[in-house]
Structures are given as structure tokens and as C-alpha cells.
RNA sequence: GCGAAAGUGGCGGAACUGGCAGACGCGCCGGACUUAGGAUCCGGUAGCCGAAAGGCUAUGGGGGUUCGACUCCCCCCUUUCGCACCA
């Protein structure tokens, strides 16, 4: 027998592939797109097969929509900009460059060895001047519209990456990246102007019905839609006010203080107006050193001091003390609250602390009390009429309120994008010119990571001439944050080779939007969110016609080993090129995603990869004794035959194993099932054969023989539909075999095998019968049989006769196809 | 604390709209073939009682709805994830 030789199947295949260009695509009106997508890969050294399950379950897809007759765009590329590329060339004197196309060169390698069938001619990697051009050129655009501004902000400073961090990349107080705890500085910043789209991202949500849900939740709470007032309270003894925002205006009879960030820009006024300035600046300053994450979280303690100062509560008519506490946020809402003690747990705590008035306006009924002309009154509809006296005073109006804030995109380091902005001491801020785009990255060899941007450090790079007077400018220093290069990379992969555009809207709009995205749940909020943003940028701006860039996700679940996530430090990695040297590409494909469903995390097995191997020895050692018989031309289909008991029930398990695995693929993307439904149908096909003693012996003696065509034209049948179904599983086996069974052109050429549903009825059912809702019985009956039938044979039955001797039957439920139950009394 | 998801054999996991719980695989046990086998093929494998036929108990625990519940409802427990002073 032909043994089963991965390592030359797989390499012979892959040859293949590439020399056809199997998988390149253009765009064909004439036929169904699919746009299939794994979020692109970061190049950090080598893939892991926790890395590589996403690419295979994308794969799957990809395979299987190409054989449905779609035209399917399945590129790759590489998010090549940032940090680690930086420290490594710190660390080992390498250039950053160096370090990220050597890392790339071997991850592309290891993607090529499992037989990912991507459209390599698209691939691209961020730090081509050919791509971050695209980044400058919108960002310049985004300037122009001003949703890119310049502002000095206290901002997220890592100390260990020694760069500014978005609010997205704060995770747990820390750095998302190394968890150094973050801390505070003031710098001029860069931002991008997503809350400008803050309803809209919140409001798309709704129509991103197949997404997990969990990410949508995550995304809505990231926005953070409050609605409520904002309200103005008159300080006493000046001419201005203090405005706070508030979710419970129904509760401002029961407001007893007022409290402001140690922000708050009033706070230096109040300083210089006191008695003793220095000593209340030091009060302020020390909330403001206190550290922001437990400032944040509620770990440090409430604390707070009199200003002396009062606000007046327009309807109370009471003046009301101004206090600075530490737990009102600077960056939120007006970085100023009214104190109700008596309605809000935080209030509640700091008015019992320091002795301030608490006043119920709220009974339990949720009815106002002591709210004057309002009492009386259901708390939301003295919240609606509220809102109204306060505006018709001119004091207030009702207010929506965004916890999302604006991206902060400048980062202190050289690998990433240089920002295109010019200050000229005549012009100000000058965007650099789209036709001296792109700003290259000047090749240097020290990076100080010590927190001033590197490139600030060469001459020639920062000093040039303003394109508009001529006369001196300095170039911005900063570079962008990465995740503006992943952004929108899903776009330029439509047209990756434009050099006149980020790409052209004809074909962002044929492929777009991406019809499947997989990859982890981690970017939840940081890319998923940034990309709807920038989706909706390139609408605007007329580039696409696309709302939402991606219509279905998938967060696929990581793989652990020894119940930890694989990662290089903790040494539990399991490398692909061990277990393809070892088993093959296509067993530890199959293994992957037979092992669990997709969107879960599993626990790696050697002898769960080990069974996998085992199941396509068997699948190969079947379609190779049958080869002979069931290959080439001349078989009729069996369709028009008629066949004997074991050819129907074989028949049927294809039929039904076709209608199963279709279904269990697409769409519900049940990757393991689809994977079992196979398994059962060779297991079945093993018992066909080994029932008419008709497989060709180890030696290549016949035991017996096929000698009814119509059992050679159903084993044919059922053979080539399991070929067919695992081919985007194994692909690289699976091409072998439809080519032992003497087919050309492939297995997409081949097509998805189509179901019949006349192949899969069954002529007798069998149906199980209850008395009292526990199963008692079966009885065998015609499919076609009435339920009067059904319910005479199912109280006919023995077992049931047993049952219900000397009891009167008080019911009997067919439930047509599934099950008789009987009630007995 | 708030929110979400999930708890099924020794293990990974099935069960599509309330209808035979444990598909498929791993592991284990047995048989066949073998000089041998950690190869291959076949069979068994939730627990308890029983020689068997069969019966009883089982989907985290407790209630409920229903002829019928892993599935729906209520309470509780556990785990995981997310948010965490957002006024």
C-alpha cells in the first residue's frame, strides 16, 4: 500500500498552490464575494499553535466558501510596527527593521508549512513606507477636518515602555502591553476625534447582530452613554457658576455640597482667593500625586477638604458648601458633582465622614418628597419636569455624557509611523504636503528609549523648510500608535499595491466589509472599536460605502498547555513546525479544530493531535483500497439505480452527512461537529466495506470485490462527498486522494458536494415510546406511517404493554418524527 | 460591588426550534491478526442493583411549568471573563 507521507504531500501541494496561484483573487461581479479575515499577525518571533488556530479556522472558511463557488479574498500581512521590535533592537543592537523582516520571513514560513491558502501577492507589512504613507495621508486629511487636534493633556505614561498610552491600553491601572503600572504626565498630544462618532459606534452596535455579544457589551460599555443634566449652581459672592453633571437631577433638593476634582481649573482661583493659598495648593496637590489607579478604582479612601466657598442650589434657594475631594474625576463629565448623601452610596460615604447634612428628597416608594413644587411627584417624572425648570431658568438642560474619550496617538518612540505635521515659527502647525508624503523613518542606530522621541535626536530629520513661507520649521517627533496601522489595513488589503490612494473605493466596496473576522477577544475595545471609528472616517470622507467594517466576528479561544496560556516566557509553547515534522500540517489542522469549538480556550493533548493522525491513516488506507474501484469515469450516479437495504442506509448517511457538516460549517461555524459528522461517516463506510468483503487486502489481493455496480456507484459517492468535506481541514491530503480517484483540477474545481434530499429519507423510522415521561420502548415503523398508526404500533409495543397492563391510558402525544408519549393513570 | 457567560462520564466535548442524555474523539478494558506490537481491525466503556431480561439514579444544588426539561422560569452555590468611585 501507498503509505501516507505528510511531509511529500504537504510540500508537493503547497508547490502546487503557489505556482497556480491558487488562491490570488480579483474582483468578479459574476460571482458572490466572501471576505475572509484572521486579524493580522504581530511579528514577534515565532507563531505558536495558539497563534496559528486562528488562521486555521479562517482557513476552514476561506477553503469552504472557495469549493461553494464564492470568490473569496483570504489575505495576510503583518502589524510590523512597535515596542518589541524597538526593545529587541535596544537589547541586541539590532535595527528595529532587521528584527521584524527576520521574525517575518520565519512566521510566514510556518503559515506556508500548514497550508493557509492566502493570497500572498497582497501581503504587506505596516512599516513599509508604502503602507504608513496611507496612515500620514489620513491622518492629514483628519487634520483638515480637525478631527485630528494637538492639545496638551495629563496622559497615561509607561515607565517601562517609556511612552504615552491610550486610555484602551490601560488595563487593571497597568500597561496593557508589560502591566508596569501607569502613571501621569502632561504632555502636548496628539488626539483623534473618535467621540465624535461616540453615538454612532454605540448605536452600530445594535446591528452587529452576529457579533459576540460579550464584545458587543464590552464596546457599549466602553462608550458609556449617560443621559442626564447638566445644571449650573451660582458661586456665592461672584459672578460665575460651577456646572456638574448629574444622572439623578431629581435628587437636587437632597443636594447638601458640592465637590470638585482637585482638576478642577477653579481650584487654582479658589487657592489664590484663600487666605493661605500655599496651604491649600498642597491640599490639591496631594490628591492630584495621589495615585491615579486607586484614585480610579476606589481602593484609596475618601478624602477631601472645604474650600470655604459656597455655590448657591438654584432651587433650594440654600448656599451650600464647595468641597475638593480626591474621588471626582477631573476627565469626566465637568470635573464637578453635586453632593446628594442621601441618594448616592460615594456621597453617602464622604458626608458621613466629614459631617455634612443628609437629606432624603426620595422616598422608598421612588416618590419625591421635600422637592418643593415637585413633591409628590414619581421620581421620573420629577426628573423630566426638573430638567424643564432648570432650562426654562436658563440654569440647565438635559445632557448626554460619553465615558469614551478621545485617542491619544502620539507615542514617544521611533518605531511607528512619524506624524506629518510641521511647526513653522511664521505658519504654526503646517501638515506636511500629501506629494512629499511619504515621511520615510531616517535610519538610526541608538534608540535612547528615555522617554524623548528618538527622532528628535536627528538633525536632518527635524529641521526643514516650511513648505508654505520657506522659512525654518521643526518637524513633529512623535510617531503614531500602532493601532492606527491595524486600523484600516482590512481596507488596503482590497487594493494593497495603490500608489495613488489608500486604495480604490470600487474595491473596498466590492470585497467590503470583511464577511468573516476571527481572531481574539482581547481587542475587544482596542482594535474592534478603532476600526468602526476609522470605518466610518473613510465613509466620510467619500473613500467607502461601508458603515462597519466587519459583519461577523469570531473571538476565537486561546490554547493553554499545562493550564496556562502559552507564551515564550513561561516555556510552554508548543511550536507547528514540531508537530508538522512530526504528524503533518494537515493531522494538526484537523486536530485543532476538532478538539473543541472554535470560540473556546482548549487544553493542547499530544494524544488527542496523535488520534487525529490515526483518523486520517484511516481515511487514507480506506480511499486507497477503494481507489481502484470507485475511481475514473463510467459510474453511474446512484441516483438512477436501485439499490439493495445496505446501499440505501449508506446512501442515506452521506446525504445526511453532507446536509450536517454543510450546516455545521456554514453558518454556525461548529468547526469540531462538522469534524465528527466525517468521523461517523468513515466509521460507516468501514462497516459497508467490511460487510460485502470488499476492500483490497494490505497485499493487494483482493478479499473480495465490489461486483454490483450500484455498490460501487454509492461507495463512490460516499468517498468522494467525504473527500470533498475534509478538504478544508486537511487540504494538503485531501487533493492527493481526489487525485488517486482519478480526478483533475482539484478539489474547488470539484465543488461542495450538494445534498439530496430524497438520498436522505429514511423509508423506517424508529421512535421511541414514554409512558409516564420514562422511556419504555421503540417501534420500527414506515416513515410514512399516520399518527394513528404510530400511536397503535407505540401501544402495542411489549415493553409498553408491561406498563400500562391495568392502567387506563389517559393520553397519548405523538410528537410527529421525534417520540410517542403515553400518560397513564 | 455591578454585568455577562458557563457548570454534562476518567478527560475534550455532543444534543439544531422542549422530544431516545453522553454523538465523535482521547483514555481504559477485552478480542482478532501477529515472532512481537505503543501498528491495524472489531467489540465494550455514566453510576448502582441484577445471571439475564430489565429496573433505579443521573446534565452544580433546591423548587416550579410541562405528557415530556441539559434546554424554559424562580432561588442558591461554584467557575471564568468583563467593568470597577463615570456622579
Redesign the pocket.
Known amino acids: 500500500m501507498a503509505e501516507y507521507n505528510p511531509q511529500t504531500i504537504e510540500k508537493k501541494w503547497q508547490d502546487t498552490w503557489t505556482r497556480t496561484r491558487a488562491f490570488e483573487v480579483t474582483e468578479d461581479p459574476s460571482r458572490p464575494k466572501f471576505y475572509c479575515l484572521e486579524m493580522f499577525a504581530y511579528p514577534s518571533g515565532h507563531a505558536h499553535v495558539g497563534h496559528v488556530r486562528n488562521y486555521m479556522i479562517g482557513d476552514v472558511m476561506a477553503r469552504l466558501k472557495r469549493m461553494r463557488g464564492f470568490n473569496v479574498l483570504h489575505p495576510f500581512g503583518w502589524d510590523a510596527f512597535g515596542l518589541p521590535a524597538e526593545n529587541a533592537a535596544i537589547k541586541h543592537g539590532t535595527h528595529p527593521e532587521t528584527w521584524t523582516l527576520e521574525n517575518i520571513a520565519h512566521m510566514k514560513g510556518q503559515l506556508q508549512r500548514l497550508g493557509i491558502s492566502y493570497a500572498w501577492e497582497r501581503e504587506f507589512a505596516t512599516c513599509e513606507p508604502e503602507y504608513y504613507r496611507w496612515n500620514q495621508w489620513l491622518f492629514t486629511r483628519m487634520f483638515e477636518k480637525g478631527l485630528a487636534y494637538k492639545r496638551r493633556s495629563t496622559v497615561n505614561w509607561c515607565e517601562s515602555c517609556q511612552t504615552v498610552l491610550a486610555?484602551e491600553q490601560?488595563?487593571?491601572g497597568g500597561c496593557w502591553r508589560c502591566g508596569t503600572p501607569v502613571t501621569q504626565r502632561d504632555l502636548e498630544q496628539w488626539f483623534l476625534r473618535i467621540t465624535e462618532y461616540a453615538d454612532e459606534l454605540l448605536k452600530g452596535t445594535d446591528a452587529l447582530g452576529t457579533w459576540p455579544?460579550?464584545v458587543l457589551?464590552?464596546q457599549r460599555?466602553?462608550i458609556?452613554r449617560?443621559e442626564?443634566?447638566r445644571v449650573k449652581f451660582p458661586i456665592a459672592g461672584a459672578d460665575d457658576q460651577i456646572e456638574?453633571?448629574?444622572?439623578?437631577?431629581d435628587t437636587i433638593y437632597g443636594a447638601t455640597f458640592m465637590?470638585l476634582?482637585p482638576e478642577h481649573p477653579l481650584v487654582e482661583r479658589f487657592a489664590a482667593e484663600s487666605p493661605d493659598p500655599a496651604a491649600f495648593r498642597a491640599k490639591a496637590q496631594k490628591f492630584r500625586s495621589?495615585d491615579r489607579?486607586?484614585?480610579?478604582?476606589?481602593?484609596?479612601?475618601?478624602?477631601g477638604f472645604d474650600t470655604g466657598r459656597r455655590v448657591i442650589n438654584s432651587f433650594t434657594n440654600e448656599e451650600i458648601p464647595i468641597w475638593v475631594?480626591?474621588?471626582?474625576?477631573?476627565?469626566?463629565?465637568?470635573?464637578?458633582?453635586?453632593?446628594?448623601p442621601a441618594h448616592?452610596?460615594?456621597?453617602r460615604?464622604?458626608a458621613t465622614k466629614y459631617g455634612l447634612p443628609i437629606r432624603v428628597v426620595v422616598n422608598d416608594a421612588d416618590v419625591l418628597v421635600e422637592s418643593g413644587e415637585f413633591s409628590g411627584l414619581p421620581a421620573a417624572e420629577g426628573m423630566a419636569r426638573i430638567t424643564a425648570a432648570a432650562e426654562s431658568r436658563g440654569i440647565g438642560q438635559g445632557a448626554v455624557?460619553?465615558?469614551l474619550k478621545d485617542w491619544g496617538i502620539s507615542r514617544q518612540r521611533y518605531w511607528g509611523t512619524p506624524i506629518p505635521i510641521l511647526y513653522c515659527e511664521k505658519d504654526g502647525m503646517v501638515p506636511v504636503p500629501d506629494d512629499q508624503l511619504p515621511v520615510t523613518l531616517p535610519k538610526m542606530d541608538v534608540f535612547s528609549g528615555r522617554g524623548d522621541s528618538p527622532l528628535a535626536s536627528v538633525a536632518k530629520f527635524v529641521n526643514v523648510k516650511c513648505p508654505r513661507c520657506g522659512g525654518p520649521a521643526k518637524r513633529e517627533t512623535d510617531t503614531m500608535d500602532t493601532f492606527v496601522d491595524s486600523s484600516w489595513y482590512f481596507y488596503r488589503f482590497c487594493d494593497p499595491h495603490n500608489d495613488r490612494l489608500p486604495f480604490d473605493r470600487a474595491k473596498v466596496d466590492y470585497w467590503g466589509p470583511v464577511d468573516f473576522y476571527s481572531g481574539g477577544?482581547?481587542h475587544?475595545?482596542l482594535h474592534l472599536i478603532y476600526s468602526r471609528f476609522f470605518a466610518k472616517i473613510f465613509r466620510d470622507l467619500g473613500l467607502s460605502g461601508h458603515d462597519e467594517p466587519f459583519a461577523r466576528l469570531l473571538t476565537q479561544?486561546m490554547v493553554l498547555k499545562g493550564g496556562a496560556v502559552m507564551s515564550k516566557s513561561r516555556g510552554n509553547v508548543v511550536d507547528p513546525d514540531d508537530m508538522i515534522e512530526k504528524y503533518g500540517a494537515d493531522a494538526l489542522r484537523l486536530?485543532v479544530m476538532?478538539?473543541?469549538?472554535p470560540e473556546?480556550?482548549?487544553?493542547w493533548?499530544d494524544?488527542?493531535l496523535?488520534?487525529?493522525?490515526?483518523?486520517l491513516?484511516?481515511v487514507w488506507?480506506?480511499v486507497w483500497r477503494l481507489a481502484e474501484t470507485i475511481g475514473g469515469e463510467g459510474i453511474p450516479a446512484p441516483g438512477t439505480l436501485t439499490l439493495n437495504d445496505a446501499e440505501r442506509a449508506l446512501r442515506r448517511k452521506t446525504h445526511e452527512t453532507i446536509r450536517?457538516v454543510t450546516?455545521?460549517l456554514d453558518p454556525?461555524v461548529?468547526l469540531?461537529?462538522a469534524?465528527?459528522?466525517?468521523?461517523?461517516l468513515?466509521?460507516e463506510l468501514?462497516?459497508f466495506c467490511?460487510g460485502i468483503r470488499c476492500f483490497r487486502g494490505?497485499d493487494n489481493d483482493d478479499v473480495g470485490a465490489m461486483d454490483r455496480i450500484e455498490t460501487i456507484a454509492v461507495a463512490k459517492e460516499a468517498v468522494e462527498a467525504l473527500v470533498l468535506m475534509l478538504s478544508p481541514f486537511a487540504p494538503h491530503m485531501m487533493e492527493e486522494l481526489w487525485e488517486m480517484l482519478d480526478h483533475s483540477g482539484g478539489v474547488v474545481a470539484a465543488g461542495w458536494p450538494a445534498f439530496d434530499p430524497e438520498a436522505a429519507k429514511a423509508d423506517e423510522?424508529?421512535?421511541?415510546v414514554?409512558v409516564?415521561?420514562?422511556?419504555?420502548?421503540?417501534v420500527t415503523l414506515p416513515a410514512a406511517a399516520t399518527e394513528a398508526e404510530i400511536e397503535k404500533a407505540a401501544l402495542a409495543e411489549p415493553?409498553v404493554q408491561?406498563?400500562t397492563a391495568g392502567k387506563t391510558v389517559?393520553?397519548v402525544?405523538v410528537?410527529k418524527?421525534?417520540?410517542?408519549?403515553?400518560?397513564v393513570k
Not at 473556546?600 to 487544553?603: G, R, S, T, W
Open positions: 486610555n490601560v488595563v487593571d455579544e460579550k457589551t464590552m460599555n466602553w458609556g449617560s442626564g443634566a456638574v453633571f448629574t444622572t439623578r437631577i465637590t476634582a495621589q489607579t486607586g484614585r480610579m478604582t476606589g481602593d484609596v479612601e475618601k478624602e475631594a480626591n474621588f471626582v474625576l477631573g476627565e469626566y463629565g465637568t470635573g464637578a458633582v453635586m453632593g446628594v448616592d452610596e460615594r456621597d460615604e464622604f455624557q460619553y465615558r477577544v482581547e475587544a475595545i479561544g486536530y476538532f478538539v473543541a469549538p473556546k480556550e482548549v487544553e493533548s494524544a488527542g496523535d488520534g487525529s493522525f490515526r483518523f491513516l484511516r488506507r480506506l450536517r450546516l455545521d454556525r461548529h469540531n461537529t469534524v465528527s459528522g466525517l468521523m461517523e468513515v466509521n468501514y462497516t467490511q494490505e423510522v424508529v421512535i421511541p414514554q409516564n415521561g420514562k422511556l419504555r420502548g421503540r415493553q408491561a406498563h389517559v393520553k402525544i410528537a418524527g421525534k417520540l410517542v408519549s403515553v400518560v
